[in-house]
């Protein structure tokens, strides 16, 4: 296993000299984020970056995320065009000596949260998410009422995307998936570059768009659908996690023995309704994410990809981008460090510092 952080490129606020004085922390988990969605990733952004964490001491170890552009999903006629340039990236990517490439196949939205900042018992604040607060969410105004990560539409264009989903059902959804995969996971396996999928998250259709990665079988379709090395996933414990029917040291197990999980997200959730959560620290205990069972699991099925802590809570009187300041992350890494070095009977290879 090898513990890596998250990192926005240059415009983020946590510094990669602070990233660098995490105990057990020299991967790098970042992305260019100047690229149009659709366009090829140059190859010479990516080596600068690539430097950039390698002046800091530290490694460029995953991109997270090369976007997939909405044609693909909804399997336009300009999808072949926008493949070939996905291949070109990806290339590109293990041109830049980088192993791993994180993505996802959610339409229009990326992870969702309805609030960004609900004050937990202990004044720490967390994202948290509840339906019925998602349906009262009016998207006629565009993306300009929803919090997180969402691509900003304006009010036509996002109705005109709504609309084109009504005629992509689940089952063409996958479909075209599956389209997509037959022709990057090739391209991936000659660049020596390994894809691993991101659960959606929530794991369930949100504003009547279809979600289809939700959930272990639909991960396991999803490595078969090109049953390759290759063709891998991202475990992520906080998005599988908000579905209690969703047995993670089991999904990581099956997964795991496959030798499918190419990149683990650790993050705890506390459900405190049908599709409601709030996110948790990362201990077992303080949330629903069994960490310490999902991290026998990893260990069991030989686990050796990146791992990362994933979204923090604000502590300390931090502010920054929500789920990705700096305190409860590294709270998390060493957790997550300590776990895996007592399950694994032995301390993960790193050096004292002089
Ligand atoms: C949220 C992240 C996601 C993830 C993408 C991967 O914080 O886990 O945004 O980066 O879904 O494509």
Redesign the pocket.
Known sequence: MQMTFRWFGPTDPIPLAHVRQIPGVRGVVSALYDVPVGDVWPRDGLSRLADTVDAAGLDLAVI??I?VHEDIKLGRPTRDRLIARYCESVRHVGETGVRVL???F?PVF??TRTDLALTLDDGSTALAYDDDALSRIDLTRGTGDLPG?ATAYAAPELAALLAAYRDVSEERLWEHLAYFLERVVPAAESAGVRLAI?PD?PPWPIFGLPRVVTSGPALERVVTLVDRPANGV?F?TG?LGADPGNDLPAIARSLGARGRIHFA?CRNVHITGRRQFHEAPHPSALGDVDMRAVLVALRDTGFRGPMRP??GRMIWGERGRP??GLHDRALGATYLYGLWEGLSGSPLAERPLR
């Open positions: 997270e995320s976007p994180c993505y996802n959610m990326d992870w990560w991101h998250d991202t992520c998005s997200h994933d979204h789920g990705y």
